[in-house]
């Protein structure tokens, strides 16, 4: 059974620092990585998906890259602004190969950011 | 409309009650997501269809729990006799490919937070 883990459970660092979410699961076999974003009270919002095919991501602040050998994946933001304040989760989407065949996403129990001002 | 809706966005019911969540996807979109999210935790697999078709229900907890998607679009998850550990926030997502698609980013809604008494 897939699992996945995300290091820290959480965060707290001033505004302006880089900083390095980690995700690990243990079946390599994916198809996809999705990094999300919850804010209190909220539901999901997709911040980058990654093929398994694929090495990175990048959308303005924001860099993930996948290691799938190793499985691995890490949410790089740049420039940290207060307004990132959120739980930061990653899901893993099982292979269409590894049987089942449904797209049900596998997720791990967030990293609570806080980036105080 | 523009994103995934779910209604009521709160719910409280008495042990034992029936409930009745709805979800209504994107429009358009083929697949359809249900999951379980509770406090501290990140969100798990209950249920997935793609148009009308239950393809994937092994996520239920039990058979208390019924997905239907009747016409492939709206959805709505019945919960029988709520106890109180299915106090929980449940999140719908929509994505417009079916299963195996590539890039089948998923859409999620606000979420419904059911809490049994």
Known sequence: ?117 | GAGVSQSPRYKVAKRGQDVALRCDPISGHVSLFWYQQALGQGPEFLTYFQNEAQLDKSGLPSDRFFAERPEGSVSTLKIQRTQQEDSAVYLCASSRRGSGGPNNEQFFGPGTRLTVL
């Not at chain 1, 209190?40 to 919002?45: F, Q, S």
């Not at chain 1, 991501?57 to 890259?65: E, H, I, K, P, V």
């Not at chain 1, 050998?69 to 292979?95: E, M």
Request: charged share 15%.
């Open chain 1, 1 to 117: 059974k897939q699992e996945v883990t995300q290091i820290p459970a959480a965060l707290s660092v001033p505004e302006g620092e880089n900083l390095v979410l980690n995700c690990s699961f243990t079946d390599s076999a994916i198809y996809n990585l999705q990094w999300f974003r919850q804010d209190p009270g909220k539901g999901l919002t997709s911040l980058l998906l990654i093929q398994s095919s694929q090495r990175e991501q990048t959308s303005g602040r924001l860099n993930a890259s996948l290691d799938k050998s190793s499985g691995r994946s890490t949410l790089y933001i740049a420039a940290s602004q207060p307004g990132d304040s959120a739980t930061y989760l990653c899901a893993v989407r099982r292979s269409m190969y590894s049987g089942g065949g449904a797209d049900g996403l596998t997720f791990g129990k967030g990293t609570h950011l806080i980036i105080q001002p």
